[in-house]
């Protein structure tokens, strides 16, 4: 995923490339156009992707356990 390190590379590229140049302005905008076009692609962070991946498994666990329960209860109450 795309996080603060690649801006950072980004950004030190930009400004190695127009550091004798008057067009100093041209690192701050380019750096915020790729800031606002990266926030409309709604990507999250590697953190944030690992917590959710750790959720979505404890929530399939669970899931699992709770429908055995619902098989063991039914089977007991048909066999009453």
């Known amino acids: ?3 603060k390190n690649f801006l950072d590379e980004i950004s030190a590229k930009l400004s190695k490339a127009v550091a004798q140049s008057p067009a100093k302005d041209i690192e701050k ?6 800031a ?4 409309k ?8 992707f690992d ?4 959720l979505l498994s404890r929530t399939v666990q669970r899931l699992g356990e709770l429908e055995a ?4 209860l039914e089977a ?3 066999s009453h």
């Open 29 to 34: 905008n380019a750096r915020a156009l790729l």
């Open 51 to 54: 917590v959710q991946t750790q």
């Open 36 to 39: 606002q076009g990266f926030a």
């Open 69 to 72: 329960k619902v098989a063991a």
């Open 76 to 78: 007991q109450k048909q």
């Open 41 to 48: 692609l709604d990507l999250v962070t590697r953190e944030e």
């Open 1 to 3: 995923m795309i996080n």
